[in-house]
């Protein structure tokens, strides 16, 4: 299809994709690369190239010529006086009568109505043909290709292309959660995106609970260090000589070392741990809240232009069967007020038909922002969960670093008492006191008569 050309249908700006092509409703546009996955390459005619969704656009093609049916590649069917063949965004043909606007596809390649009744109605033929109200992205497109589930449109089990991942091998948020997934109840579906928002949710209350613990740890911390100050000046055994007096006095004075650390180690956690996490928590839940609300909209625009689909497909089938049974009624009796009932319901079943196509269009472009935004959003999910688990990892590594660093610093303060304590010696001690308070070293003696 490359070389073809299309106009486009509805405006595209391309901001969200680095190579998107930025165009305007109904400007020409001439296929460069048209791969499977619903995204072509194209050039406009003031020569600007980029990509773009292939339901924003309507393929152009010469009118009076349509291409040769599978495996009939050597013919060329010409259309009868006044049609002209397109095909839809979704790759499928379709034909319009330039005299009556009547409008129909057919699976082979060929009109859905002979030349001797294309002025009647847009009735299901016989063979391969089918008319535009059995065509809806509603229930199934085709019976082959797709299949809707909750309002969204899916390759069909039994004729499903191979779909390359868009993340091969990661294992990506962006890969695996396109379908509705039955709640463990039973009771209802739970969209796949829903649950990526449960997780993320569950990562919002660990990191709340989790600044509760370390809110908890500096709490303790504080009240030890108050705690052990206090104690440090208490005056018990304050009386004590020698060196296991220096060394009382050495633990008592390591108390107040003791605490000045912890006091130390409870600031350290505020700032380097507790608040980092507060903040982190607030800015994820920010943008938590934005890609909720956002996908949520979207999926809820979806559900109303299926909703649509529906309703014009219903239409249009009721369109049809009163056109069919006005056509019945003129083979029966031909009068001119059955003429006009006639192309008053045909003008209505076109009307319905064109109606159905409308809708169909909007559906496909909301599907396709939808995907769009499925695809940015949960990347934009996976990033922020890496974000989340590294920013904790890190986080707990400065705890734990916090908490070597502190009991290092306990252990010097307890280092002098241990080197005191092995220095306490009674005979020393006896020896010093003793020097300092004798009263004389002369001993009594017996007395003499």
């Keep these: 299809m490359s070389g073809a050309r299309c106009r486009t249908l509805y405006p595209f700006s391309g901001e969200r994709h680095g190579q998107g092509l930025r165009f305007a409703a109904g400007e020409l546009i001439t296929l460069l690369q048209v791969p499977d996955g619903g995204w072509w390459e194209g050039e406009k005619e003031d020569g600007l190239r980029g990509w773009f969704p292939a339901s924003y656009v309507q393929l152009l093609e010469k009118p009076g010529m349509v291409p040769p049916p599978?495996?009939?590649?050597?013919?060329?069917?010409?259309l009868p006086p006044g049609w002209q063949s397109y095909l839809s965004p979704q790759g499928r043909r379709y034909y319009v009568n330039t005299a009556t606007n009547v409008n129909g596809y057919h699976a082979s390649g060929t009109p859905a109505h002979p030349p001797e009744t294309a002025h009647m109605s847009v009735r299901k033929s016989t063979g391969d043909s089918q008319n535009l109200g059995s065509s809806s992205p509603g229930k199934k497109q085709s019976k082959e290709n797709t299949i809707t589930i909750n309002?969204?449109?899916?390759?069909?089990p039994d004729t499903m292309p191979e779909q390359q991942l868009l993340k091969p091998t990661e294992w990506s948020y962006c890969d695996y959660f396109w379908a509705d997934k039955k709640d463990p109840q039973g009771n209802g579906t739970v969209a796949g995106f829903e649950l990526l928002l449960q997780k993320q949710l569950k990562g919002k209350q660990m990191q709340k609970e989790m600044s509760e613990f370390i809110r908890e740890r500096i709490k303790i911390e504080e009240e030890y260090a108050k705690n052990l100050a206090k104690l440090s000046q208490n005056s018990l055994a304050a009386q004590e000589e020698g060196s296991l007096g220096e060394a009382w006095a050495q633990v008592k004075k390591s108390l107040a070392d003791e605490a000045e650390v912890h006091l130390k180690f409870s600031a350290k956690l505020h700032s380097e741990v507790e608040k980092p996490l507060m903040n982190f928590r607030e800015n994820f839940k920010k943008d938590m809240k934005?890609?909720?609300?956002?996908i949520a909209d979207l999926r809820k625009q979806l559900a109303s232009r299926y909703a649509a689909v529906e309703k014009a497909r219903k239409a249009l089938t009721e369109r049809q069967r009163d056109l069919e049974m006005k056509t019945q009624q003129l083979e029966i009796k031909l009068s001119n007020k059955t003429e006009e009932d006639i192309k008053k319901a045909r003008r209505k079943s076109t009307q319905a038909g064109d109606d159905l196509m409308r809708c169909v269009d909007l559906y496909n472009q909301a599907q396709s922002k939808w995907f769009e935004e499925m695809v940015t959003t949960t990347l934009?999910?996976?990033?922020?969960?890496?974000?989340?688990?590294?920013?904790?990892?890190?986080?707990?590594?400065q705890y734990t670093q916090l908490r070597h660093e502190t009991d290092m610093f306990n252990q010097s303060t307890v280092e002098p008492v241990d080197q005191l304590l092995r220095k306490v010696d009674p005979a020393k001690d006896r020896e010093l006191w003793v020097r300092e308070h004798k009263t004389g070293n002369i001993r009594p003696v017996d007395m003499e008569i």
């Design 70 to 78: 599978p495996g009939e590649e050597s013919q060329t069917f010409v």
């Design 151 to 156: 309002c969204v449109t899916f390759p069909h």
């Design 290 to 294: 934005k890609c909720d609300h956002h």
């Design 380 to 397: 934009e999910l996976e990033r922020l969960e890496v974000e989340r688990v590294e920013m904790i990892r890190q986080h707990l590594c």
